[in-house]
């Protein structure tokens, strides 16, 4: 299902097509390398020497009006690449990163990147087509929190939800351990450890929920609910218990519609954790 109509998604492949058209003829004028060539030091594009300088830059611009065209493309179909340092990116949009130092990124890249996006677009056009009549309200789930939807989209695009599920799920876990420093632990543990009541110990800085840690989520019930601080940590460990964990053991396959509460719940999640404040120790927050 998708919250995207179909005039969209033909009109947002067609960007796709514009870009890669205007990509190949700025390429055409520019020395192709990659990342083994160039061994991480050096661009894995430059200008050829026999180029007209006005030509080159005129054709850089051409590419990057039809990223912006095509700006929505990696978001609505979850293709970002994963590049170590730098997190997840959107390959069409930071075209311009193969003519740096250190580029990291590579033709390559851009060109697979943009073929992906259009086969995504492909299938979510087909779906879009045979719910068009529905009158059921259709779930996004490439609206979901990023590092969610970004994880799972690749699996649940070709239907296989248990493992859409799973990556997302650990996908979480990981963003956070990167985050915080922490790949000491279980995943089960450092959830346990990052939301627990108290102060950040040395080594194991936490997420805390920001203002006062004694005030009630709501008065209007008789004493309030328990702080909300308090529930992440239930929240995070028990869907770790029960959905990542069922999903890495067990090779039981998920429904459609049981893929998509589980990712919801991980979105939800994601969304709240964003909002948390980081603390360290003392000792850790000096040094």
Not at 82 to 105: E, R, T
Request: proline fraction near 4%; glycine fraction near 6%; charged fraction near 25%.
């Amino acid at each position: 299902m998708s919250e995207y109509g179909v005039d969209y998604l033909r009109r947002l492949r067609e960007a796709v097509e514009k870009f890669e058209s205007a990509f190949e003829a700025w390429m055409h004028t520019q020395v192709e390398s990659d990342h083994m060539s160039a061994r991480g030091l050096m661009p894995t594009v430059w200008t050829k020497d026999d180029q007209d300088e006005v030509s080159v830059r005129n054709l850089e611009l051409d590419v990057a009006e039809a990223a912006g065209l095509a700006a929505r493309a990696v978001a609505v179909t979850g293709t970002y690449i994963g590049v170590q340092g730098l997190g997840l990116i959107d390959p069409i949009a930071n075209w311009s990163f193969m003519s740096s130092p250190k580029a990291p990124i590579a033709p390559r890249d851009i060109r697979m990147t943009a073929s992906n996006v259009k086969g995504r677009l492909d299938a979510m056009i087909t779906d879009a087509e045979a719910t068009a009549d529905s009158e059921v309200p259709t779930f996004a789930p490439a609206q979901l929190h990023r590092v969610v939807w970004s994880a799972a989209a690749a699996h649940w695009t070709t239907h296989q939800y248990r493992v859409a599920v799973r990556e997302a799920a650990e996908a979480l876990t990981l963003h956070w351990k990167d985050r915080l420093g922490r790949h000491d632990v279980d995943d089960t543990v450092f959830w346990q450890q990052t939301l627990s009541p108290g102060a950040a110990e040395s080594g194991r800085p936490k997420l805390v929920w920001p203002g006062d840690p004694a005030e009630k989520t709501t008065r209007s019930m008789r004493g309030g609910l328990e702080p909300l601080a308090k529930a992440l940590n239930g929240l995070a460990t028990g869907l770790n218990l029960t959905v990542r964990n069922v999903t890495t053991h067990t090779r039981d396959e998920l429904s459609e519609q049981e893929g998509m509460e589980r990712l919801a719940a991980y979105s939800y999640l994601a969304r709240i954790l964003d909002q948390c404040d980081i603390q360290h120790a003392a000792e850790d927050a000096s040094s």
